[in-house]
């Protein structure tokens, strides 16, 4: 894994479904620039079957997460190859449900100091996909 920027923060989100259906887990791990943890937070929702809506929703609550924390130069770090490069990237416009949330990150991306969006394998993403996995258990949300 790669390494952001120095004073910046590389943020990872995954989301995950339940085998049962009706719920999704979003799983936001945060590190700085030497790798080290910095937070995490896990997130429960019921009523979504969409992936894209998932991954779009677990993309507006990373970047909401770290507004939250105050930090301001970050590296945004998703599995999710359409709502990523299609829509953040390369500006693609959805015009769905999903469009919309990825319309919503944009505009919270653009108040941040400065801003990387990066697509990474599935294989990379491990650990922000067993807090999503895992937050399918949750309660209430988790930060930590």
């Not at 952001?4 to 620039?33: L, M, Q, T």
């Not at 895992?134 to 309660?139: F, Q």
């Amino acid at each position: 894994m790669e390494a952001p920027p120095k004073c910046f923060y590389k943020v990872n989100w995954d989301a995950a479904f339940s085998k049962s259906g009706g719920s999704i887990g979003f799983g936001i791990i945060v590190r700085e620039h030497e790798g080290k943890f910095m937070a995490t937070k896990r997130v429960k929702r019921e009523g979504f079957s969409d992936s894209l809506l998932a991954e779009s929703i677990g993309a507006l609550h990373a970047t909401l997460f770290v507004v939250e924390l105050g930090m301001r130069k970050i590296v945004l770090e998703g599995d999710s190859l359409q709502a990523l490069i299609k829509s953040i990237i390369l500006k693609f416009e959805l015009w769905n449900s999903a469009g919309m949330i990825i319309s919503n990150v944009k505009q919270h991306l653009c108040t941040f100091d400065s801003w990387f969006v990066n697509h990474i394998r599935r294989t990379t993403n491990g650990a922000a996909h067993m807090l999503a996995k895992s937050s399918l258990e949750l309660v209430e949300d988790k930060a930590e």
